[in-house]
């Protein structure tokens, strides 16, 4: 049985195209500090720092965590570095829980973090070998078939994507942090935007972010202030192409489902779990994770977004930060899911916050939809 | 009428009476500086920027005679500003005319030197105007010395601070195919397709591999496929790329028949919007005297005309 383990700080930057005023060394600076501020505590406090991020091509920065261990206080500590693709932000929450659950350390400080701004993200996933001829352009270029696939198995009508797509940024407007912000967004909006790889349209694809985001993680006797108790916490991977793998409804992303609800004891998710911060970094994702999460029946999912369950003022929110649709430093974007889960059952989500809510999911996944990482936190000690 | 003369249509009247006029004092007037304005200019030759203070302890750059808020004479005291400052307001010349400090576009700007109580206007050479922002770091290019006159032109214009700097960076590879795949591109070669069937797990894996993704296993046994299979799903990709023919192109899921996973193929011979899930298609290969070891050998999968299959 793991040791009890808590987010007792939580740190963000505001998310936005271009941080012209810092390095990386700063940005993840800003992110953490902001953590230990909320945490009352310093750099010193920390026992080891476990850093994530996504492909160096992205920065074409080689091996990041070396160069950033002055700026996060990690001279003469562990530092480490997690790399899972899209996954990564949840992984490297994971990884440094893991270090406080096996009682390794006290307190641990998780930093994730992207400057895309630096090059082009869809350049450095479209870089094409010789030999093969993947025709791959891009994330968009990866996922648009399987969304078809997702519209032609559930009969989902055309317009659930661009329901997402505004939901989620209505509730970006109530984050400060959130990168793109759009007064006045609404299905006629999205719809007037281009697609870009049908099924998928421009404003049904996140952005391209510049940000960090940073938690500080402590073992029980450590914990003060508004903790957010960690409840469980999986992984799991898959292979990209394997005879029979379900890319709509991958196997990864059940069997990690269900063993971080079976390690905080829930069997219904809709009702044991009061919001949602899930990875949709393209709309459609919403529905498609709303069954692989078991939050509805197969080919049932778009149903609860049409009806607006997972809107601010649904039964289970999904996103109320804005999620990923509305900001996405990559190697970041999924420690942000796992903090603002933290965030909303400590009850500091602000504007955004979830009345009430007590127990909250965080999602990522990555790659091909072959990388998982989920926990779930909640404000009651397990 | 000589033909280089352009007819005017009125070319009798005087009101149509047009001529070049240039007042010009010859070499150009004399600017007395007073000792305030000459101190600033003087400094300015020696590659400094200075401010003068007035009364109430404002740093007044470039100097005045007279201190705007109350007449009273400037203080005596020099204070060096600069030489960098920040962008307060701006505006964009994006075609310089005669005459202008630059000759390419540049931005005119309001810049408070560090120290100053008061903005300057000067030239910023930004490049472009996305550059530009209030609150933008900027640092004075000065002329070469020997060509420093004591004008304001010594500063020859503002140039951003450092912000970002180029990072080329380039790996280069050498890379070969691999045991398997090499084995594969010999079959594309001769116009099949070489799969592999996994023994333990029964799946058949094309491109041929030589392990199993399910189980591990090695894959010994080589299947030949034929180049037909359906089309399970697709994206159609309204982005340019320089292996499509043309935009927008269809990028497919295709299940060669006998094989047990999908390869991404560039479909083509159909508009895309007739493109479905489930149809049948068959490799368009190159003629077989153009034929390499490269997967450019397969121009396109195309329909075949068959039924759609049932998914």
């Given at each position: ?325 509305s900001s996405n430093p990559i190697g970041a974007s999924g420690l942000i899911r796992f903090a603002e889960a933290a965030l909303q059952v ?37 | ?191 099949v397709f070489l799969g592999g069937r996994c023994a333990h797990c029964d799946k058949v894996y094309v491109p041929y591999r030589t392990t ?28 340019p790329d320089p292996r499509a023919p043309q935009v927008p192109f269809v990028s497919a899921y295709v299940v060669l028949d006998g094989a ?52």
């Open positions: 049985m793991a040791n009890r383990c808590a987010v007792i700080g939580v740190g963000q930057t505001k998310y936005q195209t271009k941080r012209r005023d810092v390095s990386i060394a700063g940005l993840v600076r800003e992110a953490a500090l902001r953590a230990l501020e909320d945490a009352e505590l310093t750099f010193t406090d920390i026992d080891a720092i476990v850093i994530g991020k996504a492909p160096d091509l992205f920065e074409g920065v080689m091996m990041p965590e070396v160069y950033l261990a002055d700026a996060l206080g990690g001279a003469g500590k562990p530092v480490t570095r997690v790399h899972t693709a899209g996954s990564v932000g949840g992984s490297t929450a994971l990884v440094g829980a893991s270090l406080v659950q096996g009682g390794v350390h006290d307190r641990v400080l998780v930093v994730a973090f992207e400057k895309q701004s630096e090059s082009n993200a869809t350049w450095a996933l479209s870089t094409h070998l010789p030999f093969t001829a993947s025709l791959v352009v891009g994330a968009g270029g990866y996922f648009a078939p399987h969304i078809r696939e997702y519209m032609r198995r559930s009969g989902a009508p055309g317009h659930i994507g661009t329901l997402v797509a505004v939901k989620d940024r209505l509730n970006a407007l109530k984050n400060p942090y959130a990168h793109l912000r759009i007064p006045g967004i609404d299905r006629a909006m999205v719809e007037s935007t281009p697609m870009l790889w049908e099924p998928i349209r421009y404003l049904e694809t996140c952005p391209s972010s510049d940000g960090a985001c940073a938690m500080v993680l402590a073992a029980e006797h450590k914990v003060t202030g508004t903790p957010a108790w960690i409840h469980g916490g999986a992984m799991r991977s898959e292979p990209i192409f394997r005879a029979g793998r379900d890319t709509v409804n991958p196997q990864g992303g059940k069997d990690c489902a269900a063993d971080v609800y079976r390690q905080a004891g829930i069997s219904d998710p809709r009702r044991e779990i009061d919001v949602a911060e899930v990875y949709v970094p393209f709309s459609w994702y919403e529905p498609m994770w709303l069954e692989n999460l078991g939050f509805a029946g197969e080919g049932e999912g778009w149903k609860l977004t049409e009806a607006g369950a997972t809107a601010l003022s649904g039964d289970i929110p999904w996103n109320a930060s804005g999620g990923v649709l400590r009850g500091r989500a602000g504007e955004h916050q979830v009345e009430g809510a007590r127990r909250a999911l965080g999602h990522a996944y990555g790659g091909g939809a072959q990388f998982f990482a989920m926990w779930i936190v909640g404000s009651d000690r397990p | 009428m000589p033909s280089d003369h352009p007819p005017a249509p009125e070319e009798s009247s005087a009101e149509s009476l047009v001529a070049e006029h240039v007042l010009e004092f010859p070499g150009g007037y004399t600017r007395t500086t007073g000792p305030v304005i000459g101190r600033f200019l003087t400094e300015l030759r020696e590659g400094r920027i200075v401010g003068v203070r007035t009364a109430a302890g404002r740093v007044l750059v470039p100097p005045l005679e007279y201190d705007p808020e109350t007449g009273d004479p400037v203080t005596g005291e020099y204070v060096q500003v600069g030489p960098a400052g920040t962008v307060r307001s701006w505006a964009w010349v994006g075609t310089p005319r005669k005459g202008h400090p630059l000759d390419r576009p540049f931005a005119w700007a309001l810049i408070e030197l560090d120290g100053a109580g008061t903005a300057l206007v000067h030239a910023v050479d930004a490049g472009t105007v996305k550059a530009m922002r209030p609150g933008l770091r900027v640092r004075p290019r000065f002329r070469p010395e020997a060509e420093r006159a004591g004008h304001i032109t010594d500063i020859a214009c503002f140039v951003p601070e450092v912000s970002t700097m180029a990072a080329p960076i380039r790996t280069e590879y050498r890379v070969r195919p691999g045991r398997s795949l090499a084995r594969f591109l010999e079959g594309v070669r001769d116009g199993c993704p399910e189980c591990g296993s090695t894959i010994g046994e080589e299947v030949e496929l034929p180049d037909t299979g359906t089309v399970t799903t697709f994206a159609i990709n309204n982005l047990d996973v999908p390869m991404i193929v560039l479909l083509g011979d159909v508009p895309a919007r007739d493109v479905r899930q489930g149809m049948r298609v068959r490799a368009v290969w190159v003629p077989p005297e153009e034929r390499t070891l490269s997967m450019g050998n397969i121009r396109w999968f195309a329909p075949t005309g068959e039924p759609d299959v049932r998914l």
